[in-house]
């Protein structure tokens, strides 16, 4: 076999690499749930791209409708021009995701990446109201451009950007490491004072279940009384579904879990069916202010991803994907209830599929760090999360075969277990 050979990367590459320094290998080939190196090994993949490949690796319903168009010399690129490829990505999109939630939103591509979402819902949030101020929340995770950056509660991230966080106020999360908080009662008590120094925001930015911030999932009531909250006050309430949509929790959108209906929602990752790029924001028709121009982007809309979104949304639809999705959720559920029952100090949190391990009072982000890397040199590729990166975080792909589940999950039970890693 070959030898890993890491030195054209190391040469070459920028020192703000990471995954690469966590998972030493050339990855080349993937399939489904699996990813092949370059020195022949294997690994079972709960990472997915940070949660973009709800269908595993060069799904084969997807795959088909790529290289047909590919064959049949589909138009490549359109910047926001009208193209076949749109229309039907928008009807499928339509009659799979928006109408069947009874949701009418419009549609507007940003892109390549989800802090693009991010950027165009916060301006539309800013030019809407005509105010400047936003609410975001600790441990929240929107993006790394300024704008994102600013409703994202990392304070190194920060740093590294040069954030002031003028015009944000963070509240504390409704979880979190250091438990929950009541924020809806903090947020109307500024909200109601005119001498509480905080204006009434634009928007407020939250996830629905916080992934980067360490797996924490809000509970549906907190949901709803943000959604009360910010209508009584005009305030416009952002969704951020970004790792949390498309399916991974068990429903489309998470926020549905809570029944409320955001006036804007971003998506990016796993709507691009294939890991191709794609990014939009949702938002009610009243807050269409935009003039033509006002948000633009050479890559607004990448053809092959509107391709493989569309078959994406079929395969949604498809019979038996709702069930297998239903099944594997619960088969990693009982896995993190038998593991919080064997070891009271691991805390497990999450929905559908995504799952965190909380190693905060079992070793915290170090022993974390020493999972990782068992699992990796036993073939599984996981990610941390959380403040000190003490949270492990599986992301298997939505459609992973249980035996490929078990096996991974064996591993990583393994590596927790073991006193020696
Ligand atoms: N929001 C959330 C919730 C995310 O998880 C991420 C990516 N981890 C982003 C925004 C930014 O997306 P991207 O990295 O594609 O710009």
Redesign the pocket.
Known sequence: PLIDDFSVFEELESNVRTYCRKFPAVFHRAKGAELYTEDARVFIDFFCG??TLNFGHNNDFIKRRLTDYLDDDGLMHGLDMYTQAKREFLTAFADTVLRPRGLSYKVQFCGP????A?EAALKLARKATGRTGLFAFTGA????SRG?LAVTGSRSARRAGGISGQDVTFLPYEDGPQGTFDSISLMERLLADPSSGVDVPAAVIV?PLQ??GGVYPASPDWLRRLRAITERYGILLIL?E???GCGRTGRFFCFEHAGIVPDLV?V??AIGGYGLPM?LVLFRHGLDVWQPGEHTGTFRGNQLAFVAATAACDLWRQEGFQTGLATAANRLAQFGRDLAAEHPAIAVRGKGMALGIDLAAAGGGERAEQVQRYAFNNGVVVELCGRHDEVIKILPPLTIDLARLDRGLSVLRDALLRADL
């Open positions: 940070a949660g990446t989800g802090t693009d991010v995770y929107h993006g790394m994102s996830e992934m980067e951020d970004i790792q949390a971003t990016s990752k990014s």
